[in-house]
């Protein structure tokens, strides 16, 4: 991998994700303060139902990602003509197929909604979130090509630019407004904007590519087998908002819904550096044999370890007095739930590299395990919501997380693309946990006498406490976590550059 060209894309992508986070903290406090709560858990709930109807998508974008890396690295033009073909007409009937089952689930969006007095806008909202959707597919194409040629960079440019017009044009029009519909359609112009650029660009750079009738069958194959991977994606992180809705109210969606985006913000900056590593890998892995690989994976699957236990500690000391300050008390969960959702964000941000890994070798057919973690989740949920309310759905996600993520998948990814027996990953996933629990016990006796947390009333007081929490968390991890041979070299090489 070239640094230079790896910390250009970093960058990048780094500063456009910080400023699309705060826009959408902006945007969220405005929507929340001028459409209620409710109406906060009506948006989050439609972003989840429409995660259903994105199951037609079936994975094609990391099975054409994947089969394209090779010819593009090959310039074997007329084979990136089969896959480019292929992908354009799959997501032609997926963007039919979205829009037209969108529009027949209107009449039982009420089943989703303990709230019995909806009015008839509810259906306009959900028939134009359907659309948008629609739209977004008529063009990834675009998005995937560019991304296997190593031009994510372009791409996440793109996606910036037209995400920052949107939020700046939501907030004027919550300001002036209050309107949902026009919040709405602000969604809809992000993608109209993106498909502009993204059609100049492939018209200027692309001009090589042709239409051809023959179709790549290999993605068909991976299709069948990403498909239920996409169900279990689906099913874990996607059916919170519908069963908190369901059997608790939307009110509850959004201020559960707060704490997720602050999640969410910060799974999209770790996402900075694996969105611009991901293609990279995929291209080493097809350069490399598979003790190099591996050798690989655990020097950047240590700096996610690292990188997740201090996002996830910093995150638990400082998110309630966030919230607080930035929506009300009234949007404040218990401490219990807060730290069921730190487990849940931990495990979110230690798999992408597995998973990048997993993706980058095409190895798909692991289809068992994703029907393991949806079944488990949806029981588990469904059953504990009505004893222990929240808790009991963010329970169901961590058992399923637990058992598949955190076991089963790494020790199958080792033993199909590493050649690495269970006894190999357990050793490894041993002395993560040492290093983590190790760096937690003494930062948290540093932070217990240095800082105050909980009586931050104000955001300058905030930031001061969040800065010498960083220091504080950063400095201790490190002497920890130096122990490991990987993340001494991976300093060594940080040095060096």
Not at 176 to 190: A, D, P, T, V, W
Not at 226 to 232: G, N, S
Not at 297 to 303: A, E, G, M, Q
Not at 394 to 406: C, K, M, P
Request: proline share 1%; aromatic share 16%.
């Amino acid at each position: 991998m070239k640094t230079k060209s790896l910390k250009i894309g970093i960058l990048i992508n780094l500063v456009i994700t910080l400023v699309i986070g705060i826009l959408t903290f902006i945007v969220n406090r405005y929507f929340a303060n001028y459409m209620g709560a409710k109406d906060l858990g009506l948006m989050r709930l439609f972003t989840q139902m429409i995660a259903y109807l994105s199951l037609a998508e079936l994975g094609l974008g990391t099975a054409s990602t994947y089969a394209l890396y090779r010819p593009l690295a090959e310039k074997n033009f007329q084979k990136i003509n089969i896959v480019v073909s292929t992908i354009g007409s799959i997501y032609k009937k997926i963007s039919i197929f979205v829009l037209i089952t969108g529009f027949i689930l209107n009449p039982i969006i009420p089943f989703f909604i303990k709230d019995s007095n909806l009015t008839k806008e509810v259906y306009l909202y959900w028939s134009l979130y359907v659309l948008n959707t629609a739209l977004s597919y008529s063009f990834a194409k675009y998005s995937v090509l560019f991304t296997a040629n190593q031009e994510f960079e372009f791409v996440r440019i793109v996606q910036g630019i037209s995400r920052i017009v949107s939020q700046s044009l939501q907030i004027l029009v919550l300001l002036k407004y209050q309107s949902f519909i026009g919040f709405i359609l602000l969604l809809i112009l992000e993608n109209f904007i993106q498909y502009v650029f993204y059609k100049i660009y492939y018209k200027k750079n692309y001009l090589y590519i042709k239409i051809v009738k023959e179709r790549e069958k290999s993605i068909s194959k991976d299709l069948m087998n990403l498909f239920w991977h996409k169900i279990a994606g689906v099913i874990v992180f996607n059916t919170d908002y519908i069963i908190i809705s369901k059997f608790i109210s939307l009110t509850m969606v959004g201020i559960y819904s707060s704490y997720l985006m602050v999640v969410t913000i910060i799974l999209t900056l770790i996402g900075v550096l694996t969105n611009v590593i991901a293609p990279k890998i995929g291209n080493f892995i097809s350069k490399n044999n598979k003790e190099n690989t591996f050798k690989l994976w655990k020097r950047i699957n240590i700096i996610f370890v690292f990188l997740g236990m201090i996002s996830t500690y910093m995150t638990y000391k400082l998110i309630n007095s966030f919230i607080e300050l930035w929506l009300g008390k009234e949007y404040i969960l218990g401490s219990v739930t807060v730290f069921l959702i730190m487990i849940n964000l931990f495990i979110q941000i230690t798999r992408v590299i597995t998973e990048t890994f997993k993706n980058g070798f095409g190895f798909f057919s692991d289809i068992h395990l994703p029907v393991i973690e949806s079944i488990i989740n949806l029981i588990l949920s469904l059953i504990l919501v009505h004893y222990i309310g929240i808790n009991g759905v963010i329970i169901g996600t961590i058992v399923s997380n637990v058992i598949v993520i955190l076991f089963a998948k790494p020790i199958l990814v080792f033993k199909e693309c590493f050649d690495k027996n269970w006894k190999f990953y357990i050793k490894i996933l041993t002395e993560y946990l040492i290093l983590i629990v190790s760096s937690i016990f003494i930062t948290e006796v540093l932070v217990s006498k240095f800082i105050e947390v909980k009586e931050i009333i104000t955001w300058i007081n905030w930031i001061k406490e969040s800065i010498k929490l960083l220091i504080i968390t950063t400095i201790t991890s490190t002497f920890v976590f130096y122990f490991n041979k990987e993340f001494r070299e991976n300093l060594k090489i940080i040095k060096k550059s």
